[in-house]
């Protein structure tokens, strides 16, 4: 079984850089939802947060992997105490860390410290496949401690578990970024049970009412069950954070200082 480790660092990298290439280039071709701007220097600025994460993945992926190795080799953790076959664990685990990522999602928004650098990612003020790239690296390693490190020494998910959650993940994040026309039909019926790109491209609407409402990555489900789903037609969002409107505040240095200055939230 191939470790997370190799996954993560290598493999998975060029899932990424396949997707990214793919709808990068069906965006281009087919009628795109929102009028591009500067695509390429866009495309750059967002690209910048990859490299920085994959510097960074040099080594926190060694400490994530020693991490769960260890709570996996001590037996911690629910599926240990339990005999379920493989696949409904895979299921139930894919299904934990989602949920999980929905109260981090939807606590990044409460903290004032996670905000700092969950901003990021909404601060973009245009859209496609390439805002996929546009995350602080340090929200990354909150996430890896507070979703698959957490889930795992409550649960005892394993390496595998969590490879097969992150390799579904990945193309559900790019598809909900990207700037092509889904059917409203789309939220009607998959967007019963999954996160469309136009219920996540809602979550991306400038006012606030919005910004905090449609936190789940995969199963919007969860939204539907803890009451912060809502809905408007996608072509009425305004992308972004008016504190962030300003072209200077949407450069790749300025992003990445973000979270340690200091920038009121304007609310509407
Ligand atoms: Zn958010
Ligand atoms: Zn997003």
């Known amino acids: 079984m191939e470790t997370l480790e190799s996954l993560l660092s290598i493999d998975l990298n060029y899932i990424v850089i396949g997707l ?3 709808f990068f280039t069906l965006e281009q071709i087919l009628n795109p939802q929102f009028p591009f701007q500067r695509r390429g220097y866009h495309f750059w600025n967002s690209f910048l947060f990859q490299v920085v994460f994959l510097i960074g993945n040099v080594f926190w992926a060694i400490v994530f992997v020693f991490c769960i190795e260890w709570l996996n080799q001590n037996e911690i953790g629910l599926f240990y ?5 493989i696949w409904l664990k895979l ?4 299904m934990i860390l989602d949920f999980a990522t929905y109260w981090f999602h939807r606590f990044s928004h409460l903290s004032p410290l996670l905000w700092r650098f969950h901003r990021v990612h909404h601060s973009d003020t245009t859209m496609d496949s390439s805002t996929y790239f546009r995350g602080h690296p340090m929200e ?5 401690g507070s979703a698959p490190i957490l889930m795992s020494a409550l649960f005892g998910l394993d390496l595998f578990i969590i490879g097969v959650y992150v390799l579904i993940l990945t193309p559900f994040l790019v598809l909900e970024h990207s ?4 059917p409203a039909w789309l939220d ?4 019963l049970i999954f996160t469309t790109p136009n219920l996540h491209k809602i ?3 400038q006012d606030q009412y919005y910004t905090d409402s449609n936190f789940s990555d995969i199963f919007i489900l969860w939204d539907r069950i803890f009451g912060t789903f809502k809905y408007k037609p996608v ?3 305004k992308f972004g954070l008016e504190e962030f409107d300003e072209p200077k505040k949407q450069t790749f240095w300025y992003l990445l200082r973000a979270p340690f200055l200091t920038i009121e939230r304007k609310v509407k």
């Open 188 to 191: 009607k019926t998959a967007g």
């Open 81 to 85: 105490m339990i005999d379920l076959p």
């Open 91 to 94: 299921v139930l685990g894919v």
């Open 179 to 182: 700037n092509l026309r889904f």
């Open 20 to 22: 990214i290439a793919l």
């Open 203 to 205: 979550h991306h609407d």
């Open 235 to 237: 072509d009425q969002v």
């Open 140 to 144: 990354v390693l909150f996430w890896f």
